[in-house]
T-cell receptor
């Protein structure tokens, strides 16, 4: 069974640009969560999608948005990039929404660098 | 008080010893607890999950949960150099702002196993 697939693996952007990251969950998993990981803040929750609906959102500005498609694939968009957005962005999938006692499994992440 | 707290380490143990990793959480209503291992430059990998008070063993790993003390730990027996990684504790908690559950991570404990 294929794992969680994130594309691209690496991305370099400049301030003010926007970026779209993609995540394909494990087959059969309908929940997709996104996290930002930085050395100072650790893993921070961005949002979770289940059945194309956003279930929850973390404390990030509105520049961070996402969506989920009918095949459970998810995209995350960051607009007007800032230097502080440089981070590893991780996607995790699960068969059920968070709280349903099913663990989340992570993809390899997208490392975003802002110049 | 932070939602999930871990000693940042580094924790250094000799090969063959028992490594003990600890985590406390603030939400008394939390029901699901997870341990992830993250090698440098890699994404988090699920090691254990525990939902009930007491111990849960899987090979060399034992997770311990004490809900009354809001404490969860991970023991690694017969530690190997390949166990050297950062261990992340994650707790499902209800988010009153978002109206649903979210997975909250500690900042991780860096473990080094010396040959």
């Amino acid at each position: 069974k294929a794992g969680v697939t994130q594309t691209p693996r690496y991305l370099i952007k400049t301030r003010g640009q926007q970026v779209t990251l993609s995540c394909s969950p494990i087959s059969g998993h309908r929940s997709v969560s996104w996290y930002q990981q930085t050395p100072g803040q650790g893993l921070q929750f961005l949002f979770e999608y289940f059945s194309e609906t956003q279930r929850n959102k973390g404390n990030f500005p509105g520049r961070f948005s996402g969506r989920q498609f009918s095949n459970s694939r998810s995209e995350m968009n960051v607009s007007t990039l800032e230097l502080g957005d440089s981070a590893l962005y991780l996607c995790a999938s699960s068969p059920s929404p968070t709280g349903g006692n099913q663990p989340q499994h992570f993809g390899d992440g997208t490392r975003l660098s802002i110049l | 008080q932070k939602e999930v707290e871990q000693n940042s380490g580094p924790l250094s143990v000799p090969e063959g010893a028992i490594a003990s990793l600890n985590c406390t959480y603030s939400d008394r209503g939390s029901q699901s607890f997870f341990w992830y291992r993250q090698y440098s430059g890699k994404s988090p990998e699920l090691i254990m999950f525990i939902y009930s008070n007491g111990d849960k063993e899987d090979g060399r790993f034992t997770a311990q949960l004490n809900k009354a003390s809001q404490y969860v730990s991970l023991l690694i027996r017969d530690s190997q150099p390949s166990d050297s990684a950062t261990y992340l504790c994650a707790v499902v908690r209800h988010d009153p702002q978002g109206g649903s559950e979210k997975l909250v991570f500690g900042k991780g404990t860096k473990l080094t196993v010396n040959p």
